[in-house]
DNA sequence: GAGCGCCTGAGAACCATTGTCAACTCTGGT
DNA sequence: ACCAGAGTTGACAATGGTTCTCAGGCGCTC
């Protein structure tokens, strides 16, 4: 049984307030900082938890920390950028079919997929002369 | 300056004989039971060296680990059996379009991508009467 | 062959993440 | 309200991939 508890609620709620995405750790530190004492495995176990329901998305950075945000309930993928870490919820109908079709067509089952598109955005790119 | 060095050209080797992604671990095991002796930061250093270059390619795990691949000249993605971790490439030039065009249509420029797909294999697929 | 640097490698350090476990706190039944 | 039981919490230890350190090794050039 899942019970709501003052932990869970404020974990949830950083992302309320926060845009983007959003390491565990920096959870943390910034309930800390906000008088809100929430241990660290908490912070991990509930922001685990809010993946598994759906109700935050996440990526792993270049360096491995994995980042949580907010996110709409529909699946999606991302368009991040490499210089400013911008990022952009892309949906793609085509993509989900033909990953589910090629799975199939190799005989796998159960199929899921990651996504994740890397560029540099407009306002990170130089304009070179 | 970069010099060639036995140990490096040892790391090398190995994703010449391996399809697919490879941990720096698991290279460095490969390499010590081939009676290689390579030191573990070594082969960290070279795999870096070689992404560096543009002669692999790295994606992260779900688990933040890191992983490497031999560049091939061609494109292509994999399908993943959630269960005996058995892999096939697979091409789609559709995805890789459409991922382009999608960025393109938010102002992202040099586009790259990771698109990994997960499934349950025929056999290790449980016949469920 | 000699000297200069880059390179190597064993181990320690690092750090995000996960596991442990006793204390705690909801929730439902009485 | 009270109680019992089960989910939760949090300080701390442990884990594991990756990076750092530094003394010694080795390739290159002269």
Not at 17 to 39: I, K, M, N, W, Y
Not at 54 to 83: F, M, N, P
Not at 100 to 114: L, Y
Request: hydrophobic share 35%.
């Amino acid at each position: 049984m899942v019970r709501p508890t003052r932990q869970r609620a404020a974990v949830a709620a950083v992302f309320d307030e926060l845009e983007g995405f959003h390491s565990a750790q920096e959870v943390h530190a910034r309930l800390r900082t906000a008088g809100d004492t929430v241990g660290l495995s908490t912070v991990y176990r509930a922001v685990q938890a809010l993946a598994d329901d759906g109700e935050l998305d996440s990526i792993r950075t270049d360096s491995g920390e994995a980042l949580y945000r907010r996110c709409s309930t529909q699946h999606h993928h991302h368009l991040v950028c490499r210089s400013c870490g911008r990022t952009v919820e892309v949906a793609g109908p085509t993509v989900e079919q033909w990953a589910d079709r090629v799975a199939g067509e190799h005989g796998f089952a159960d199929v899921s997929h990651t996504l994740e598109i890397f560029g540099t955005c407009a306002d990170c790119r130089v304009p070179t002369p």
